[in-house]
């Protein structure tokens, strides 16, 4: 039996209770939030209860990104198991310090929310991508994007000593961490960084573009001035290519979630595309996957694969790489 607390309890942290309760064995026993809280758990407005209480161990920290390495450091030096949304706080070196309290406390899991890489939209064309049906990828193009209104000004998003950045740690972060997934670590970056709109502390928009050693390019675009909120992943082979557009999100925004794959029968350059096959999702099962795993690692004594603090630090590090570039 797991008795979990939730530190943060906003919109992420009513995402992890929904979850946490779906997965047998396991209970709530805490909630800490600025606010006080109603529910069939105890409320404290201080962390330091959570950490003493030897009857939790799992802890989710669901707060703004500059409280989260802290909370972090101090639940894995209270022996407890973490599992914190993304980023795991505002920068590569906050990452590293977590890293630390992680290798000083080897019995304690820890995983960090990337979730789309869950979205089974994700998981079948990485199933595809590595048959190898279609040879290897030569480009991916992520476009991600949203609206906001005059109520963000007001949210510690829009502060960067609070959130660490704009829309690209908010939202881009995602498919940085999907770019990665699909090809490795890029040894080239070229970005724009622009905040033409909104006139905040933090960037609107971010353009960049990035190369690996084996010559694949991979595109984003990260916005909060698409007016009309879209998700859409390209990933183009040799003999076909697989687009995902649409996501199935809390908000319901964004679109069906829908992957088209289309395979190549001539060589280039007379390549035809007269067959599409498209699936639709309809279900986003992605935050109970990532609680279910995160158990089954704390129960198996398995190392946590997806949602790890390496792949955190890679996708960290290339959001440092795109500002500094785009400030340049």
Request: aromatic share 10%.
């Amino acid at each position: 039996m797991h008795k979990a607390a939730i530190i943060g309890y906003g919109k992420m942290g009513k995402i992890r209770k929904n979850a946490i309760d779906l997965i047998p064995g396991c209970s709530i026993g805490w909630v800490c939030d600025d606010s006080p809280v109603e529910g069939d758990f105890n409320y404290t407005y201080d962390p330091g209860v959570i950490f003493e209480d030897r009857e939790v161990d799992m802890v989710f920290v669901c707060t703004p990104n500059y409280l989260i390495k802290d909370l972090v450091v101090r639940g894995l030096d209270a022996q407890k198991h973490v599992f914190c949304e993304k980023p795991p706080g505002i920068s590569s070196g906050q990452v590293l310090d977590i890293i630390g309290a992680e290798q000083r406390n080897p019995g304690c899991k820890l995983m960090i929310g990337f979730n789309h890489r869950r979205h089974q939209s994700i998981l079948d064309a990485k199933e595809l991508v590595d048959s190898g049906k279609f040879g290897k990828i030569l480009w991916l193009r992520g476009r991600y994007g949203k609206s906001v209104d005059q109520n963000f000004y007001s949210t510690w998003r829009a502060r960067k000593d609070l959130a660490g950045s704009g829309i690209l740690m908010d939202q881009g972060i995602h498919m940085l961490d999907l770019f990665l997934m699909f090809c490795g670590q890029f040894e080239e970056v070229k970005s724009f960084c622009s905040n033409l709109y909104w006139q905040l502390d933090v960037e609107d928009n971010v353009f960049a573009i990035f190369r690996n050693k084996k010559g694949q390019v991979a595109s984003l675009h990260s916005t909060m001035t698409q007016w009309r909120n879209l998700f859409s992943l390209e990933v183009f082979m040799e003999k076909g290519y697989i687009t995902i557009n649409g996501l199935n999100t809390p908000s319901q925004t964004y679109g069906k979630e829908q992957m088209t794959v289309a395979e190549n029968r001539t060589k280039a350059p007379q390549a035809v595309w007269t067959e599409e096959r498209r699936i639709t999702y309809f279900v986003d099962d992605s935050f109970k996957s990532e609680v279910s795993d995160f158990v089954r690692c704390i129960d198996n004594n398995e190392a946590v694969c997806t949602g790890n603090s390496l792949d955190a630090l890679k996708v960290l590090q290339l959001v440092e790489r795109i500002y500094q570039d785009g400030s340049n």
